[in-house]
């Protein structure tokens, strides 16, 4: 596979016509004004694109297909110096200068490229902005930024920042959806917490981690120290949010009214043993 400018191809003996024939007969593809590939993928033209128009970057959907590696799909998106459009790309004008590498293709950075695809870009910040330094690099981008467009303020609110797992972010994104906005990754007593709302500490826990006896020790160490510090603390497996996600959440808002001295209804999963409800069991 290849990409070409008009100029390269022509040092390899290829004049107009030559170029045009190889165009008619499918054994290249013209991209651009200048551009060309011999496979017609979404991927292979990036390449192209990036190899023709050195000063563009891909951004939105294009660029959240890059950074969670995904398959590219047509039309692609980029940001230039110059306003292009394509049969299968666009480029809008730009002077935007947060930019980098990833795979090879110049992309805009995670934060940046998120702002032309604000309603759909929680994928894309959930997986940068993972983990528990997460929520302070997406903290510094704001800053850098200085302006948040609305529609990813909305997004940013809705989407599980420094959320570690999969099931976490389930759990994350239901409780937003109900107005509840827990903090991921939370250091309390020296120990990292995978939900924080209030005074109440939420962890989810995955079998391959919690199965070895270190891990077993470090939880009751920190579960102990969370309660001497004044907070509650309910544990969830990840079989829990996958197979009963509804009775996590009731639980959750369940012991939310509890601790400020109401005496709600309980759900299933606090008012009978786990093996009469429990789908895994």
């Known amino acids: 596979m290849g990409e070409w400018t008009t100029a390269e191809l022509r040092e390899q003996g290829l004049n107009k016509d030559a170029i045009r024939r190889k165009v008619r007969e499918g054994s290249l593809y013209r991209v651009h004004r200048g551009i060309y590939t011999d496979t017609w993928t979404p991927q292979a033209v990036a390449r192209a694109l990036a190899h023709g128009l050195s000063r563009i970057h891909f951004t939105g959907k294009t660029a ?18 110059r306003t292009l459009k394509g049969k299968c790309f666009r480029v809008s004008h730009s002077r ?18 998120a702002r032309k695809i604000s309603r759909a870009c ?24 200085r302006r948040i467009p609305k529609p990813l303020k909305e997004t940013i609110r809705h989407a599980a ?30 120990y990292r917490f995978d939900l924080k709302i209030g005074k109440l500490l939420v962890e989810v826990d995955g079998w391959e981690y919690h199965k070895h006896s270190v891990a077993f020790q470090a939880d009751r160490s920190k579960q102990n120290a969370a ?9 969830f497996t990840a079989d829990d949010i996958i197979h009963h996600l509804s009775q996590a959440v009731l639980l959750i808002k369940a012991t939310l009214e509890v601790l400020k001295g109401g005496t709600p209804q309980l759900p299933t999963s606090a008012t009978a043993p786990y093996w009469q409800w429990h789908q895994c069991v």
């Open 64 to 81: 959240q297909e890059i950074y969670l590696g995904r398959q590219l799909t047509f039309p692609l998106e980029a940001e230039g110096p």
């Open 96 to 113: 935007l200068r947060a930019t980098h590498k990833v795979n090879g293709l110049p992309v805009v950075q995670p934060l940046w490229a």
């Open 122 to 145: 929680r994928p894309l910040l959930e997986e940068h902005y993972q983990g528990k330094y997460g929520p302070d690099r997406l903290e510094e981008d704001r800053r850098r930024m």
């Open 161 to 190: 920042i420094g959320a570690d797992s999969p099931p976490e972010r389930t759990l994350s994104r239901q409780l937003r959806a109900e107005g509840i906005y827990p903090k991921h990754n939370v250091l309390i007593a020296g």
């Open 227 to 235: 309660v001497a510090h004044g907070y509650t603390v309910l544990r």
